[in-house]
């Protein structure tokens, strides 16, 4: 009765929070300027970024032993529901809202407050402003899902969802104003970042590496083989990360046009050379080509190419995948083993060094003849950029770092952050979420009970004598 | 011919790397180990699937088959004793058979001779 009156409560409390969005809108508002073509291109794009996610789910919970692969596809699924409406409710105001100080949104667009069919000619004049929302709001739904690499099969399911709400409105919302909103201090001083190199995948991965070394290494990291359940399922997720990366820097053109042609094709160049680079380098320093370090390669080279994706020529992108793979790869086969984190699915090896790799690979071969809207780099005699994309990697390290050490002790003194050494033994799938990935379904549904035991010495009266046989036996 | 006994430890799946390391210390040289389900005094826990409750009472462990002929068997079951020991329900059960004989089936040699490992 009580847990029902608390549904009942927490129904009506939404309810009322959805009442200022119900009546703000305005349907009838029609407008001329939006183009067709780049709408259904941004909402196709959405929903692809949108499917990143559940592959990125697919992508990790291969990568974890079978006991913790619910754990870790939880830690991905449950984000797309827990961020949409945080992004919807305060997310979005926060990151896209009307500047504050350079620094952060005004919450002048809460609740999509004002949000609506029109277009914001300041993010995308062809597409209804709601588009352009749905679009930046699977941004803020991933970028949280690749953090949650680093924690895999350690970190309890409240302290992550706490964790997660708390990181994306007070870390990736306001540097995600600083790069793309109007006014950020990031984009007025002229960072490119054209997908979220910066926004999505340092500050993803340098705050997996701060969450990594605060809870420390898993209890059997080091100790026992820990190697991964079903590569299989890492492809598949693989694959859709790719798949769904299309949308993710292509989408970012905001329009079907020769931006996104371009970005498509830097996007599906990166991730291919990076996919050999990978595999042609491990096979040389390990012995073999693995179908792991294919996927991690294409993952690595969509990585490295996603802030300059809108702003390189494919063949600067072939360059940056080859690079990105090889130093992806190094990262985490060499200087996570020698460094001695225990960074379990690489968020940070990968997204954070590849982001990281990525961003200033930008300041080297943007060019305006790509896109005369960005800036040309180092090799096209444009030092400048390359500092300004620096500058650009040294405030995101920073924030993630100050911020993820900051949020994570706060919320250690109302909650236990890491698993128990028994929910690491028994596996985060049954001690968090009571399921199992792979039911042993004969062995449940037969089992009627316990049988009744005879006394085993009744039963079998030759044991007596087996004893002492036993003891006669161990003297020798 | 010396008698052979074989040496069953029922455990916690996760004391199997150090029971590994420990009977290789003693001079264990094989062993046999089967990842198996069981109950006893173990409570079990409940999984949940849309509102549908479950009890699981089977338990993951492991069972370590363990054969020796001149290494005694109180070392055996005493290495065994201490490195599953936790105090807790669920650290498992070790039971100790005879063994009528042993065959080695590349040289087709019986007795003790088929389970000691030739010194290398």
Known sequence: MKKMLRIVSLCLMSLLMALPTAFAE???????????????????????????????????????????????????????????????????????????????????????????????????????????????????????????????????FPAFLVFTLAWVTFVYDPVAHWVWGVGGWLREMGVLDFAGGTVVHIISGVSGLVIALMIGKRKDYGKKAIIPHNLPMVLIGGALLWFGWFGFNAGSALGANGLA?????????????????????????????????????????????????????????????????????????????????????????????????????????????????GADGLFFGNPEQLLTQVIGVVASWAVAIIMTYALIKIISVFMPIRSTEDEENSGLDIAEHGEKAYAYQDLITDFTGGPAFMSVEAANPEISNFKVALAEGGKK | MKPITKIEIVTRP??????????????????????????????????????????????????????????????????AKKICHTGRVGDGKIFIYLIANAVRIRTGEEGEIAIIDPED
């Open chain 1, 261 to 373: 042609a371009i970005a498509f094709v830097t996007t599906n160049a990166s991730a291919a050379a990076a996919t050999v680079s990978w595999v042609l380098v491990e096979w040389l320093y390990s012995g073999k080509p693995t179908v792991l370090g294919a996927v991690s390669g294409c993952v690595a080279g969509l990585v490295a190419i996603t802030p300059g994706a809108g702003f390189v020529s494919p063949l600067s992108a072939i360059i940056i995948g080859l690079a990105g793979g090889v130093i992806c790869f190094f990262s985490v086969s060499v200087m996570k083993a020698k460094l001695g984190y225990d960074d379990a699915l690489d968020a940070f090896g990968v997204h954070g060094v590849g982001g990281t790799f990525g961003a200033i690979a930008t300041g080297l071969f943007a060019s305006k003849e790509i896109n005369p809207a």
């Open chain 1, 26 to 156: 305005d349907p009838a508002a029609v407008v001329a300027k939006i183009d067709t073509g780049d709408t259904g291109f941004v909402l196709m794009s959405a929903a692809l970024v949108m499917l990143m996610t559940p592959g990125l789910a697919l992508f990790y919970g291969g990568m974890v032993r079978t006991k913790n692969v619910l754990s870790t596809l939880m830690q991905s699924f449950f984000i797309v529901g827990l961020i949409s409406v945080q992004w919807v409710l305060w997310g979005y105001t926060i990151a896209f809202g009307p500047d504050i100080n350079h620094l952060v949104g005004s919450l002048s667009w809460l609740g999509l407050n004002g949000v609506g069919v029109e277009p914001n000619a300041d993010y995308a004049a062809t597409i209804p402003h709601l588009a352009f929302m749905v679009f930046q709001g699977m941004f803020a739904v991933i970028t949280p899902a690749l953090i949650s690499g680093a924690f895999a099969e350690r970190m309890k």
């Open chain 2, 14 to 79: 996760e004391k199997l790397e150090e029971l590994k390391a420990g009977m290789h210390e003693i001079g264990v040289q094989g062993m046999t180990v089967t990842q198996v389900y069981g109950c006893g005094l173990s409570k079990g826990h409940k999984e949940v699937y849309r509102g549908k409750e479950v009890t699981v009472t089977l338990l993951p462990n492991i069972k370590v088959e363990i054969v020796v002929c001149e290494i005694p068997v109180q070392l055996v079951v005493d290495t």
